[in-house]
């Protein structure tokens, strides 16, 4: 019984001692600006050791659509000592995963646990950047339907992508989520937009132009359209009928002239 109770006592000193190591890290984990109070409420009730109630918050905040970046890597990282204090370890991986993906520089704190510094170091070697967002265009003859894809997304955090476009001189944007946007336009317009790669908790993992900067699009049947297969094919059709027409004519002239008894050879020629 006596041995019984040492091991037992000796149990709780090891995991006293873990999670005075966790909370001494999360004293050193870098500091990130802060601007979503339940990311705040999880920091806070991690270093109070209500560990499942910070997980709670956590969860909470990442079901918003209102977190930033710098909050979505905050809530990471911040969830990731959660995961180890509770003994998670698959989710510790996917966090730090995810970590990665949002922010590829971060830096671990010295006082994280030397088995989670491991595994980030691991992991790190594995990853593959950032996510991409990709748009294309489509300039018809009344419209220009855009497009976006995400790309590179190796930790699995894109929830959605989104379109924003409009034309040039109008105040609202057009909006699309998870679908090309066909914006309606008149020979002449040109088309603003930007599109995004929308994380958890609304964190816009990337984007190409944006509401201050947006890309541009040529409206109409153009130039920079119909030069990609439409105005030169015709132009070719054109000269080759031409001159198809023209061989059949001199031909036609040459078959219906008599022929001509000489003595003396000459060129065979052709007038057009």
Known sequence: MASAD??????????????????????AWPAVALAHPLVDEGRRLYEEAEFVSAL????????????????????????????????????VRA????????APDHTLARGAPPEVARLFTELRAESTGSVRVVASTDAAAASVTITVRAENDWA??????????????????????????????VPGDRVEYFVEAIGPG?????????AESPLRAA????AEVASSG?????????????????????????????????????PFTVHF
Do not use: F, H, M, Y
């Not at 409206?219 to 153009?222: E, F, L, S, V, Y």
């Open 6 to 27: 040492k091991c037992t006592s000796s149990g709780r000193g090891a995991t006293g001692l873990l999670v005075s190591a966790l909370l001494a890290a999360s004293v």
């Open 56 to 91: 709670d918050a956590l969860g909470r905040a990442e079901a918003q659509t209102d977190l930033t970046l710098a909050d979505l890597e905050a809530l990471l990282a911040q969830r990731v000592l959660v995961q180890v204090a509770l003994g998670n370890q698959d989710a």
């Open 95 to 102: 966090d730090l995963r995810r970590l990665l993906a949002v």
């Open 156 to 185: 699995s955090l894109v929830r959605t992508v989104r379109t924003s476009a409009r034309v040039v001189g109008t105040a609202d944007w057009d909006v699309a989520t998870d679908a090309p946007l066909l914006v309606p336009t």
């Open 202 to 210: 609304g964190a816009v993992l990337a984007q190409s132009g944006s």
């Open 219 to 222: 409206a109409g049947a153009g």
């Open 230 to 266: 439409e105005i030169w094919p015709i132009i070719v059709g054109v000269v080759v009928g031409l001159v198809v027409v023209g061989v059949a004519v001199a031909v036609a002239v040459v078959v219906t002239q008599p022929p001509i008894v000489s003595t003396q050879l000459s």
